[in-house]
Structures are given as C-alpha cells and as structure tokens.
C-alpha cells in the first residue's frame, strides 16, 4: 500500500493524498502504475477494507476506483510507502 499526491493523478481528486495498493507496473518509465484507491465512504461500491494502524489507516474504507498515473511521477516526492496489504484481500483488487 501506498499513500500518493493526488495531482499525480487526472482528474485530480478532491483529497490532497489518498491511500492506493498498486496492481499493476510498466517496464519502463514510459508506461503507466495502475492502482486502486481507497476511500473512508463505506457507501462506496467496492472491495471492503477495515481501519488498518499499521498501515496509517484509522478508518474503515473501500477499494473502489482503478485509476493510473505515468511512472515517470511514482518518484519518493509524490508517493510514501505504507506498507503490505493482507494477501486475501489483495488477490480481490
């Protein structure tokens, strides 16, 4: 898991960061990271995660929206390292 700088990311999001587990990456910086965000609206439809500490994470959420940015910006500036995210859950992202 990680937490990104939203302006990496069009359309920009209304949060400034927002959680992400990453699901797939290119071969070269000329590609592009997929992910799937997380938000704390348990309305949201999606794959269902409680609050995790270790992770930085103090609310329940949902995975709930695929998105992608240019790996050239997945950089230590735009992007912070959380952690790893339970096996079972991941195979459902």
Known sequence: M??????IVQPPDQHDTRPVVVVSVPRDLNGRVSFV???SDTSAKGIAH??????????DGVFDRLRSTEAQLWTPRNVARLG???GVLL???
Do not use: M
């Open 2 to 7: 990680y937490r990104i700088q939203t302006i």
């Open 37 to 39: 965000c997380r938000t």
């Open 50 to 59: 409680s609050r995790d500490r270790k992770l930085g994470l103090s609310k």
């Open 84 to 86: 790893l995210l339970d």
């Open 91 to 93: 195979s459902e992202c």
